[in-house]
């Protein structure tokens, strides 16, 4: 048993049965679709998620009840762990961390929050970071240091087909949406740091892929000329098989030679982005 437990959400991806090889806990994330709870990776599946998402069923996401997290602590720190590192998804797409900073406060320092600004395969980079340093010797407080101080070092890129989701969520305007898809605009996102900005708003989804290429290729060089030991890596929200291989194989093309993981968007971020969306990430290694 690990003397420091890592601890995460489901927005890093982590399933059931990597949680298990992992030897981390994974706190699922509350999905409301027509005012019914669900929980990812518990009782909504991609299958199930997808076919609400197209039958236009009003879905939202919430944060982890308070009850829910610290009654997990409670029992990681039973178990006989003597301290807690817990990973959220970035503060700056959520109040989910900023909660959680809150209720670890009344841990005396055995319960360490890292924000370090991360969600989806950067996120789940995080967590492994997190165990081997863990497995290393590391304390609680030095990980957290370590996480926090690498978590500037991360980029990602994403695009998605329809603007739809992101004038439900508040994101964009429903004029803005509305213009968007008469004239077939497609934005580029980027998420640093705190923040999730546009990049780049581009007419068809092929033309956004396109620049998201080439956008990863000169970040991914910018970072190596800084020294920088990075992971490269994929992402999507597709419910059609076909249109995820393409996606995979457009990454892996862009970067021949690379490792690329690929995993899915979490359904809680694909509630934003709604289905077809596309995504590359690049982390920076810290273990």
């Known amino acids: 048993m690990r003397k420091t437990a890592i601890i995460t959400d489901s927005n890093s991806g982590i399933t059931r049965e990597e949680a298990q090889r992992m030897d981390v806990q994974v706190v699922p994330m509350p999905i409301i679709i027509d005012n019914q709870i669900y929980y990812e990776g518990v009782d909504l599946f991609p299958e199930q998620f997808y076919g609400y998402l197209r039958e236009g069923r009003s879905v939202s996401t919430s944060q982890p009840a308070p009850d829910d997290l610290t009654s997990l602590w409670d029992s990681v720190l039973a178990e006989g762990h003597e301290e807690i590192v817990y ?6 797409l959520s109040s989910s961390c900023q909660t959680a900073l809150i209720l670890a406060a009344d841990y005396g320092g055995r319960v360490q929050v890292a924000d370090n600004h991360q969600i989806s395969v950067p996120q789940k980079n995080a967590v492994r970071d997190a165990c081997a340093l863990a497995d290393a010797g590391a304390g609680a407080a030095e990980i957290k240091a370590r996480l926090e101080e690498a978590g500037g070092d991360s980029l990602i890129y994403i695009g998605v087909d329809t603007l739809e989701y992101l004038r439900k969520g508040g994101r964009i305007t429903p004029a803005v949406a509305a213009m968007g898809s008469v004239l077939g605009i497609k934005p580029l996102l ?3 740091g705190e923040k999730l900005d ?3 708003k581009v007419r068809g989804t092929k033309r956004c892929k396109a620049l998201l290429l080439e ?3 000169m970040s991914v060089a910018e970072y190596r000329q800084r020294g920088l030991d990075i992971r490269v890596d994929a992402s999507g929200s597709f419910d059609d098989k076909d249109d995820e291989l393409e996606w995979r194989a457009m990454a892996a093309d862009a970067f021949p030679g690379e490792p690329i993981q690929y995993d899915p968007l979490t359904l809680s971020i694909s509630s934003h982005t709604g289905p077809g ?3 590359m990430g690049i982390s920076r290694k810290i273990a």
């Open 87 to 92: 990973i959220p998804m970035s503060s700056g």
């Open 190 to 192: 980027t998420i640093q």
């Open 198 to 200: 546009t990049f780049a």
């Open 215 to 217: 956008s990863m290729q």
């Open 277 to 279: 969306a596309f995504a």
